[in-house]
């Protein structure tokens, strides 16, 4: 009976990693359909892409998942905020033109007061900031990062 216990244990355990790979593969996929990028490589939980409006977007599949969008102008075009709706909707089946509108909103207060601004937009959340950065991102001069809600909102419990 131990050994049976023991092995179901194992068993269970061995197919968790399994099943987070087919989930970041399928939200990958979801990613790349949404917003016309396309993979530029995967390691783990993982995924990089290339955007054309973009210079960088990545896909960190650990709960909750985030995707981060950057550019290295400080104030990018239109389509670099369509993309973040995109994106948006890609990871959190969030409105593309409201989480672009989100987005927008967003980097503008965050160029106004020098610092990241956070809103959010149906079922995403989303951080976005303007630089210098002196992180990883330190090339990119906006960054936009998305995860989905989790959990009730105090603005939706207010009032």
Do not use: W
Not at 38 to 50: C, I, Q, W
Not at 121 to 132: I, N
């Amino acid at each position: 009976m131990k050994t049976i216990l023991t092995l179901a244990i194992l068993t269970g355990l061995s197919t968790a990693p399994v099943r987070a790979a087919d989930a970041c593969d399928a939200l990958t996929a979801k990613v790349i359909r949404d917003t016309g990028a396309s993979l530029a490589g995967r390691a783990g939980p993982y995924a990089v892409f290339r955007a054309e409006d973009a210079e960088r977007m990545s896909l960190d599949c650990r709960k909750p998942a985030r995707i981060t969008v950057a550019s290295r102008d400080r104030e990018p075009s239109a389509a670099y905020f369509t993309l973040v709706g995109r994106a948006a909707r890609a990871l959190a089946g969030a409105d593309p033109a409201d989480a672009e509108v989100l987005a927008l909103n967003l980097h503008q207060a965050s160029l106004l007061a020098n610092a990241a601004r956070r809103g959010g937009s149906g079922r995403a959340v989303m951080l976005c900031e303007t630089g210098p950065r002196t992180d990883a991102l330190r090339e990119d001069l906006t960054v936009c990062r998305i995860a989905p809600r989790t959990g009730l909102s105090r603005i939706g419990r207010a009032g």
